[in-house]
């Protein structure tokens, strides 16, 4: 089931026995309704941070390789480089100290490595004579949850997930061990369907002949 930052705090409540229905807002909450809508933004961020590989935290973006340059800013939401091309063409990775070293000096020519910069900046091992297009893919960094409508990313059939993640916050402040078993045991189980559902698979190792 689909639940926004409203509902899920809705649905905490219910699952703590605080209340029957939970804020109306999510906004300048103090007091049992202020932590419930800290605990649960802060649930969210937590299972984002868990991995950093989720498949809904994964995109698509571009920037401009400029003519006569060597750099492409990356947004601010980008957490992690996977891989980048230029036209039909994906570019060899290198470590940023492994580029360093090898390209001291950078000429014109068509890009064929790239890396990225400590400061989140795309760093390519030549300058090409014209404007390019560079299309990369990444995986986004943790977003909180801001509004009443604000949706989690992941997909809804796990919604609850970030409501028991929340609900061992609140039973280790209300000191309820009866509710952190049933808050870890749900979690657990709905986070094993996650891992198998939102993360890449396994390879098999390679055999030998």
């Not at 029957?20 to 007091?31: H, I, K, Y």
């Not at 932590?35 to 802060?42: L, M």
């Not at 402040?173 to 890449?200: C, I, N, T, W």
Request: aromatic share 12%; proline share 5%; charged share 20%.
């Amino acid at each position: 089931m689909t639940m926004n930052y409203l509902q899920l705090c809705q649905r905490l409540v219910q699952e703590t026995g605080i209340a029957d229905s939970g804020p109306a807002n999510t906004a300048g909450q103090v007091g049992d309704y202020g932590r419930i809508t800290f605990w649960v933004n802060d649930a969210w961020l937590k299972i984002q941070s868990m991995r950093t590989n989720w498949h809904w935290m994964w995109g698509e973006g571009t920037g401009s390789l400029v003519a006569n340059t060597n750099t492409v800013a990356l947004p601010s939401t980008v957490e992690s480089i996977k891989r980048v091309s230029l036209g039909q063409a994906y570019l060899e990775r290198l470590s940023f100290d492994d580029f360093a070293d090898d390209y001291r000096i950078i000429s014109a020519g068509n890009p064929a490595v790239f890396t990225v910069r400590p400061d989140n900046v795309l760093l390519f091992n030549a300058k090409p004579t014209e404007t390019k297009t560079v299309t990369y893919h990444y995986y986004s960094k943790p977003v909180s949850l801001t509004d009443n409508t604000s949706l989690p990313g992941l997909p809804d059939r796990y919604h609850m997930l970030i409501v028991y993640e929340a609900l061992k916050s609140y039973a280790l402040f209300d000191e309820a061990p009866e509710l952190e078993r049933k808050a870890v045991g749900y979690f657990e189980s709905m986070l094993a369907d996650l891992h198998r559902d939102q993360l890449p698979a396994l390879s098999a190792p390679a055999t030998l002949a």
